[in-house]
T-cell receptor, first 111, second 117 residues
Framework: GESVGLHLPTLSVQEGDNSIINCAYS??????FIWYKQESGKGPQFIID?????DKRQGQRVTVLLNKTVKHLSLQIAATQPGDSAVYFC??????????FGTGTSLTVIP | GAVVSQHPSWVICKSGTSVKIECRSL??????MFWYRQFPKQSLMLMAT?????????EQGVEKDKFLINHASLTLSTLTVTSAHPEDSSFYIC?????????????FGPGTRLTVT
């Protein structure tokens, strides 16, 4: 379902370190997940997606892991850069096609 | 490709007036459009789903008479906030799916910031 009125958790990492952002989802019927990046005052930007029949997917500097047993999703960013500073949301698709966003995590990269 | 635009990007209006926000898919036909609302430091909350030529499906708790959605063509959906009040001040974001590559892939607009005074 939808996140409700929660303030964003924050994560601070040193430039060059790896970042791990976590997300818990609640609906076992969710069959598709997306990670989005949102910079201040802008719309969400697609990063990477994964279907429920997979447990890992890699992109450029990013990896998404899906653990359906505990309904957990994570986004790993390798060699984090200052331009990665943003708010990151996971979104789950609940068939037949409703997208719900997680609470989000604010990532700050320290130069 | 797959660009979604919103207009206006920022609007300030007086309490009691109505505001229309447009969402356009610029280079593809959007079979379905979604409207989200986002309060500061919070996540996106799905308000409604609209399919071209049919009535929008609203999420629980969203007043359909207050947030009027019209999806008149495959490239345009509008959200009208009627009789706006300060508590309606928020960031409104639309997204669209084309259904051509993946029925799940959504393309987001840049958002519209509404401030009601």
């Amino acid at each position: 379902g939808e996140s409700v009125g929660l303030h964003l958790p924050t994560l601070s990492v040193q430039e060059g370190d790896n970042s791990i952002i976590n997300c818990a989802y609640s609906n076992s019927a969710s069959d598709y997940f997306i990670w989005y990046k949102q910079e201040s005052g802008k719309g969400p930007q697609f990063i990477i997606d994964i279907r429920s029949n997979m447990d890992k997917r890699q992109g450029q500097r990013v990896t998404v892991l899906l653990n359906k047993t505990v309904k957990h999703l994570s986004l790993q960013i390798a060699a984090t850069q200052p331009g990665d500073s943003a708010v990151y949301f996971c979104a789950e698709n609940i068939p037949p096609g409703q997208f719900y966003f997680g609470t989000g995590t604010s990532l700050t990269v320290i130069p | 490709g797959a660009v979604v635009s919103q207009h206006p990007s920022w609007v300030i209006c007086k309490s009691g007036t109505s505001v229309k926000i447009e969402c356009r898919s610029l280079d593809f036909q959007a079979t379905t459009m979604f409207w989200y609302r986002q309060f500061p430091k919070q996540s996106l909350m799905l308000m409604a789903t609209s399919n071209e030529g049919s009535k929008a499906t609203y999420e629980q708790g969203v007043e359909k008479d207050k947030f009027l959605i019209n999806h008149a063509s495959l490239t345009l959906s509008t959200l009208t906030v009627t009789s706006a009040h300060p508590e309606d001040s928020s960031f409104y974001i639309c997204s669209a799916t084309s259904g051509s590559r993946s029925s799940y892939e959504q393309y987001f607009g840049p958002g519209t910031r509404l401030t009601v005074t």
